[in-house]
């Protein structure tokens, strides 16, 4: 059964960097696209970083394009987003799945706190 977990969150100032951590189990990595979702309370979950498998392609939300990247080591079975430049609007729980989502496997997600 595939598993993602999440890990990176924490708290951080306006204007810093942190690095979250999608690991993937029971099934290869390199065979699925992942996106990264985030939500805060009340309102909806949203997808804001997708990569495809085999050519690695990515796409982002308007928001958070030139400040976050996403990026994938196959070999770890672990997607990354690397986010920078973080504003306080950036303050959610963030998730990673499949594309398209399933919804069995959401994992717990990582909180992001980013203080202004």
């Known amino acids: 059964e595939v598993q993602l977990v999440e890990s990176g969150g924490g708290l951080v100032q306006a204007g810093g960097s942190l690095r979250l951590s999608c690991g993937v189990s029971?099934?290869?990595?390199?065979?699925?696209?992942i996106a990264w979702f985030r939500q805060v309370p009340g309102k909806e979950r949203e997808g804001i970083a997708c990569?495809?498998?085999?050519?690695?392609?990515?796409n982002y939300e308007d928001s958070v394009k030139g400040r976050f990247t996403i990026s994938r080591d196959n070999a770890k079975n672990t997607v990354y987003l690397q986010m920078n430049s973080l504003k306080p609007e950036d303050t959610a729980i963030y998730y990673c799945?499949?594309?398209?989502?399933?919804?069995?496997?959401w994992g717990q997600g990582t909180q992001v706190t980013v203080s202004s």
């Open positions: 990569i495809k498998s085999g050519d690695g392609s990515t």
């Open positions: 799945n499949v594309v398209p989502y399933q919804n069995h496997y």
């Open positions: 029971g099934a290869a990595l390199d065979d699925y696209a």
